[in-house]
């Protein structure tokens, strides 16, 4: 029960700040341009320095040599479950200019601007590093696998190859330079000037409560009047909520890491759907109205989930 209860007040911590940026959206302080700022210094500027300090300052080599194999582990649970998304759509008879936003929703989970912040409150900063493997996983097939299947949803004739020096370019974004910049230092020994390092983290500390606001303002933005609940919802919930976490749970049984990297893996793994989906269906004239669905319902039901996953992991 006290699981349950310390697990409850860190999601809604996280929901409280999110709620508070929905309001700001409500009464206008916040709009569509306010949201995309948010995501331009989240990506480009505080989520990169944020990385670099809590890289340097949570991690030894020892423990990133011994541990950076568990990456394999949310690397091939997105995989897998990817897979399990289409068949899901096959048998059940998704539209096939859905299906490849349909495997986005049932795949890919809101790494950074959900599941980092959650992980924060639920496990402390040394959930930070961790949660940067998961992201760069998923960083790695969404833009491979999960861009190509939505552009697929618009067009049966791709003009873009599956491998192209423009996926690299989308690859290698600024929370990875972050992530590499964190590691070469880590390796060669370096340690930042104080006054840096205490800049870095100033700057990075705002991750959160800016990622939050970007989800709640995002949630205002698409409005009551798209909500719809299907069959492909059910199924997304059991893409998202079930296979994601079980998937991870049993592959962290063939390849051994600390108990803390398996649960900030599962946690990751059972966040919402990502946001970046509406923006690329949109972007690509796939099925924007079903991913934005997606993103609330889940939104919203990961409030009752995270709390029963976190009572789960303690027993297990």
Do not use: H
């Not at 936003?101 to 639920?122: K, R």
């Not at 840096?196 to 990075?204: D, L, P």
């Not at 108990?259 to 970046?276: C, E, G, H």
């Not at 039901?301 to 789960?312: A, D, E, G, K």
């Amino acid at each position: 029960m006290q699981t349950f209860l310390s697990s409850l007040q860190g999601v809604l911590m996280v929901f409280l700040v999110l709620a508070l940026g929905y309001y700001l959206a409500k009464i206008k302080w916040f709009d569509e341009k306010t949201a995309d700022l948010f995501v331009k210094i989240v990506l480009n500027v505080s989520f990169p320095l944020n990385l670099v300090v809590n890289i340097t300052s949570t991690l030894t080599k020892e423990e990133l040599l011994n541990y950076g194999k568990g990456i394999f582990i949310p690397f091939f649970s997105i995989l897998l479950s990817y897979v399990i998304a289409y068949l899901f759509a096959w048998v059940f008879k998704v539209d096939r200019n859905k299906r490849g936003t349909f495997a986005a929703t049932f795949s890919f989970s809101n790494s950074i601007f959900v599941g980092l912040p959650m992980c924060q409150a639920l496990f402390g900063d040394g959930a930070i590093p961790y949660s940067l493997m998961y992201y760069i996983a998923s960083t790695f097939l969404w833009w491979t696998l999960g861009v190509y299947g939505i552009a697929r949803d618009a067009s049966e004739k791709m003009e873009e190859a599956f491998f192209s020096l423009t996926t690299l370019k989308r690859i290698i974004n600024p929370p990875i330079l972050g992530f590499l910049t964190g590691l070469m230092l880590l390796f060669l020994n370096i340690k930042l000037p104080e006054f840096i390092f205490r800049s870095f983290k100033m700057v990075g500390d705002i991750t959160t409560p800016l990622s939050l606001f970007y989800v709640g303002t995002v949630m205002y933005q698409m409005g009551r009047e798209k909500f719809e609940f299907k069959k492909e919802t059910l199924m997304v919930f059991l893409g998202r909520f079930f296979f994601a976490p079980v998937l991870v749970l049993v592959l962290s049984s063939f390849i051994k890491i600390p108990d803390l990297m398996r649960n900030v893996f599962i946690i990751m793994s059972a966040m919402p759907v990502m946001v970046n989906t509406s923006i690329l269906a949109r972007v690509y004239g796939a099925d924007y109205e079903f991913a934005v669905n997606m993103i609330s319902y889940t939104t919203l039901f990961s409030v009752v989930v995270i709390p029963f996953l976190m009572m789960m992991m303690e027993k297990i």
